[in-house]
Nanobody
Framework: QVELVESGGGLVQPGGSLRLSCKAS????????????KGWYREAPGKQRELVAS???????TYSDSVKGRFTISRDNSRKTIYLQMNSLRPEDTAVYYC?????????WGHGTQVTVSS
């Protein structure tokens, strides 16, 4: 199993931006690429964990309706890292954001990074 390490969270004012990173630690490139789905989830207080954005190996992406047009998911295979660029942040984006990578036989989660959007 790989270790997923998220970073980039913090406190930001409404309308601001953050970029989250998730690195597949202790993995080699072939293992990172083998995960057919990679994405970001978030869990706000009192709410279920929800999918925010995902990217598959064919390059297709999905976004939740609440973040579409504001967030962008990307990957850098050479760095074994995926990113989530978050623009025009709103208070309702406040949550713990989790990285996920998996396929039919594996499902790996990071430990989360806090994003707080507040005036």
């Amino acid at each position: 199993q790989v270790e997923l390490v998220e970073s980039g969270g913090g406190l930001v004012q409404p309308g601001g931006s953050l970029r989250l990173s998730c690195k597949a630690s202790r993995s080699i490139l072939s293992i990172f690429i083998s995960f057919s789905n990679k994405g970001w989830y978030r869990e706000a207080p009192g709410k279920q964990r929800e999918l925010v954005a995902s990217i598959s190996n064919d390059g297709s992406t999905t976004y939740s309706d609440s973040v579409k047009g504001r967030f962008t998911i990307s990957r850098d295979n050479s760095r074994k890292t995926i990113y989530l660029q978050m623009n025009s942040l709103r208070p309702e984006d406040t949550a713990v954001y989790y990285c996920n990578m998996g396929d039919r036989n594996a499902n790996n989660w990071g430990h989360g990074t806090q994003v707080t959007v507040s005036s």
